[in-house]
């Protein structure tokens, strides 16, 4: 089985930043890509970024480019989003989730993502 465990999120003012982490057990995470999404209320899911099995492919939601950045630690089994100049439309739940295809490019489709976290939630302030 496979277990992710997201952390990092909390209550910040506009223009601050935030460090997800999430955190990858019971399988080889170095041969899957991984990404982030997040789900603000009364809206549906929303594609974040992700990257691809090795870290050298990353692609970014058009809302979040230039201000997060999505890398990974293989030796740690650990994927991060570091989150900069925080906006109040950016507060959602923010889940991590791992591609099920081996050595495969990363979608940006969360149906096609296999595995989830229970989501942490990010909040900003006005």
């Known amino acids: 089985q496979v277990q992710l465990v997201e952390s990092g999120g909390g209550l910040v003012q506009a223009g601050g930043s935030l460090r997800l982490s999430c955190a990858a057990s019971?399988?080889?995470?170095?041969?899957?890509?991984m990404g982030w999404f997040r789900q603000a209320p009364g809206k549906e899911r929303e594609f974040v970024a992700n990257?691809?099995?090795?870290?050298?492919?990353?692609y970014y939601a058009d809302s979040v480019k230039d201000r997060f950045t999505i890398s990974r630690d293989n030796t740690k089994n650990t994927l991060y989003l570091q989150m900069n100049s925080l906006k109040p439309e950016d507060t959602a739940v923010y889940y991590c989730a791992a591609y099920g295809s081996i050595y495969s490019p990363p979608p940006k489709r969360g149906e096609e993502y296999d595995y989830w976290g229970q989501g942490t939630q990010v909040t900003v302030s006005s």
């Open positions: 990257i691809g099995w090795n870290g050298g492919r990353t």
């Open positions: 019971g399988r080889t995470f170095s041969t899957n890509a």
